[in-house]
């Protein structure tokens, strides 16, 4: 069956960096898309970044020039390295596949 598992995630001061990992198993992983959402305390869960099979990528709007997805299909791993960091940006951070359940996330604090 497919899971994910997220990691990467903790507590940074704004204007600081992370790293969030997705690693998959189960999965074709080169066959599939990525994304990763994110939610924050009362507000619904929003796309924020997403990668195609062959590369291609998009990003909401709010984190263009600061969030950065990537993948590895040999390491089956799917990445979003986070630069400039605000306060808004706190949420848990859940990487997802249209073929496989969600995860359980990794929280993310932004905060001094």
């Known amino acids: 069956q497919v899971q994910l598992v997220e990691s990467g995630g903790g507590l940074v001061q704004p204007g600081g960096s992370l790293r969030l990992s997705c690693a998959a198993s189960?999965?074709?992983?080169?066959?599939?898309?990525f994304f990763w959402y994110r939610q924050a305390p009362d507000k619904e869960r929003e796309l924020v970044a997403t990668i195609t099979s062959g590369g291609s990528t998009n990003y909401v709007h709010s984190v263009k020039g600061r969030f950065t997805i990537s993948r590895d299909n040999a390491k089956k791993m799917v990445y979003l390295q986070m630069n400039s960091l605000k306060p808004e940006d706190t949420a848990v951070y859940y990487c997802?596949?249209?073929?496989?359940?969600w995860g359980q996330g990794t929280q993310v604090t932004v905060s001094s």
């Open positions: 189960g999965i074709n992983f080169s066959a599939y898309a």
């Open positions: 997802k596949t249209s073929a496989g359940p």
